[in-house]
């Protein structure tokens, strides 16, 4: 009885190399292997890249791994805890920042990506001893926290938010903080916080400050 043997390689299949089980594609006459193939790849795993990002108006160099995620670099090598992870599948939008100015989920972004790009953190809300910017002076009179999780986000969210709608109804900031989630306030207070900054960046005496409780 004869062995059986695998079926000649025709080109543009599946096809498995030395790296274990890793099943790599190669595309043939593409010119070598594709991108996935590439990143599966050891070697390229482990090899290191200079990036520069600007964070809050401070530039910073390091080397990082391809797939280190943007929220590690903040929070491990930066140090900046002040961004946090809730779930770290893009759903929670705790580790909203602002990318260039708009808001991303840096759980979902690559490090590398963000090479030579500018961004914000809640740290850089206010300098340590200055006044309290009016997004946080709003959260604070309105009690927009409880155990202030989802807060570094949510402002984050809510500074693009302003910056793009100074003066939002109540409908648009829901939909506008509709990727941040909260399991504390009910957001009633999140909602409230906001309106708050939205009058004082624009001069006017904000409405309310009474708290719902809910
Ligand atoms: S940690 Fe990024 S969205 Fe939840
Ligand atoms: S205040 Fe606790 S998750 Fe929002």
């Known amino acids: 009885m ?3 043997q695998p079926p000649p390689k025709t080109g543009g299949g599946a096809v498995r190399d030395s790296f274990g089980d890793l099943p790599l594609l ?4 593409a010119g070598g292997w594709s991108n996935v193939a590439q990143a599966n790849k050891p070697e390229t795993i482990n090899m290191k890249k200079q990036i520069t990002v600007t964070v809050n108006g401070q530039a910073h160099t390091a080397e990082v791994e391809p797939r280190l ?5 903040i929070r491990e090598n930066l140090n900046m805890t002040g961004t946090h992870i809730g779930c770290d599948t893009s759903s929670c939008g705790a580790c909203t920042i602002l990318l260039d100015g708009k808001s991303v ?3 979902t972004i690559l490090a590398v990506q963000a090479n030579g790009k500018s961004i914000a953190t809640v740290e850089g809300m206010c300098a340590p001893g200055a006044p309290l910017s009016n997004l946080q002076e709003g959260f604070k009179e309105n009690h927009g ?3 202030g999780f989802c807060t570094p986000g949510m402002m984050m969210r809510a500074t693009e938010l302003l910056e793009m709608n100074p003066d939002p109804t109540e409908d648009e900031i829901r939909w506008g903080i509709s990727g941040n989630l909260c399991r504390c306030t009910g ?3 999140i909602v409230k916080a906001i309106q708050y900054a939205s009058a004082k960046n624009r001069g006017v005496e904000p409405a309310s400050t ?3 409780f809910v």
Do not use: F
């Open 2 to 4: 004869t062995t059986p």
């Open 26 to 29: 190669k595309q043939e006459g």
């Open 69 to 73: 995620l943007l929220v590690h670099l």
């Open 105 to 107: 989920k840096s759980c």
């Open 145 to 147: 926290l409880h155990c």
């Open 187 to 189: 957001y009633n207070n």
């Open 210 to 212: 009474e708290p719902q």
